[in-house]
């Protein structure tokens, strides 16, 4: 039997550890209890945190649930999961503050880094775009649809119309493969080369397309779909 918090010597506890040792010494488990604070009735805290991340695949899961999934999760509820979510989206913005100023065209790896971080272990397929600026470096983040549907049914004015409102030079298309293997399909590939040619009549370059899994990334343009610059 696992021992419960309150069994613990005081400065053996998650908040008192984080304050003696640093955020680094604690385990997600841990750090995730300190978010939460308390436990609930039969379930202390540091097991409610437990069962959380396990829920969710771990922490990248649980970074990657929908906010509304987290907080219907037993004993967590609207207050500790505005917690949680507050603090995974402080660090989506950190993971995001590495984008921001860096010529994008030739940083697939720092691309993907990104997206692994705030999309990669989604039980669901996510698409979206990143649009840029004339020097090629980040303007806005979009996710323009979850699940549940095809390649075949992206239409590009739903890719390009953010691109626009963006007033944006040239975008980078992502999508996740819930599966962990990053492989594009032909349907992939076609896609691209669709969105490519729909960018070409707007004057709004495709740099690339990214396919973000659990066990890496794969960049189209790498894979000369996409013509290099």
Same mark, same amino acid.
């Given at each position: 039997?696992?021992?419960?918090?309150?069994?613990?010597?005081?400065?053996?506890?998650?908040r008192?550890?984080?304050a003696?040792?640093?955020?680094?010494a604690?385990?997600?488990?841990? &750090?995730?209890?300190?978010?939460l604070?308390?436990?609930?009735?039969?379930?202390?805290v540091?097991?409610?945190?437990?069962k959380?991340?396990?829920?969710a695949?771990?922490?990248?899961? &649980?970074a990657?649930?929908?906010?509304?999934?987290?907080?219907?999760?037993?004993?967590?509820?609207?207050?500790?999961?505005?917690v949680v979510?507050a603090?995974l !989206?402080?660090?989506?913005?950190?993971?995001?503050?590495?984008?921001q100023?860096?010529?994008?065209?030739?940083?697939? !790896?720092?691309?993907? $880094?990104?997206?692994?971080r705030?999309?990669? $272990?989604s039980?669901?397929?996510?698409?979206?775009?990143?649009t840029?600026?004339?020097? /090629?470096?980040?303007l806005?983040? /979009?996710?323009l649809?979850?699940?549940g549907?095809?390649h075949? *049914?992206?239409?590009?004015?739903?890719?390009?119309n953010?691109?626009?409102l963006?007033?944006a /030079?040239?975008?980078?298309?992502?999508?996740t /493969?819930?599966?962990? *293997?990053?492989a594009?399909?032909?349907?992939?590939?076609?896609?691209?080369?669709?969105l490519? !040619?729909?960018?070409?009549l707007?004057n709004?370059?495709?740099l690339?397309?990214?396919v973000?899994g659990?066990?890496?990334?794969?960049?189209?343009?790498?894979?000369?779909?996409?013509?290099?610059?």
């Amino acid at each position: 039997m696992r021992v419960r918090v309150a069994e613990l010597a005081r400065e053996e506890r998650p908040r008192e550890r984080l304050a003696r040792l640093g955020p680094e010494a604690l385990s997600d488990a841990e &750090l995730v209890a300190v978010l939460l604070r308390t436990g609930t009735r039969g379930t202390d805290v540091l097991a409610l945190a437990e069962k959380l991340l396990a829920d969710a695949g771990g922490l990248a899961g &649980l970074a990657a649930a929908d906010r509304r999934a987290t907080v219907r999760a037993r004993g967590v509820g609207p207050a500790k999961g505005a917690v949680v979510a507050a603090a995974l !989206e402080l660090g989506r913005r950190l993971a995001r503050l590495a984008l921001q100023g860096v010529p994008l065209l030739d940083r697939p !790896e720092l691309v993907a $880094a990104y997206l692994a971080r705030s999309y990669g $272990a989604s039980r669901v397929e996510k698409f979206g775009t990143l649009t840029l600026d004339a020097r /090629h470096r980040l303007l806005q983040v /979009h996710e323009l649809h979850r699940g549940g549907r095809s390649h075949a *049914d992206v239409e590009p004015s739903e890719v390009f119309n953010s691109a626009i409102l963006d007033n944006a /030079h040239a975008l980078i298309v992502w999508h996740t /493969h819930p599966s962990g *293997d990053p492989a594009p399909s032909e349907d992939d590939a076609v896609l691209t080369r669709r969105l490519a !040619e729909a960018g070409r009549l707007l004057n709004i370059a495709v740099l690339d397309h990214i396919v973000v899994g659990r066990s890496g990334f794969v960049s189209l343009r790498q894979r000369g779909v996409l013509p290099g610059r």
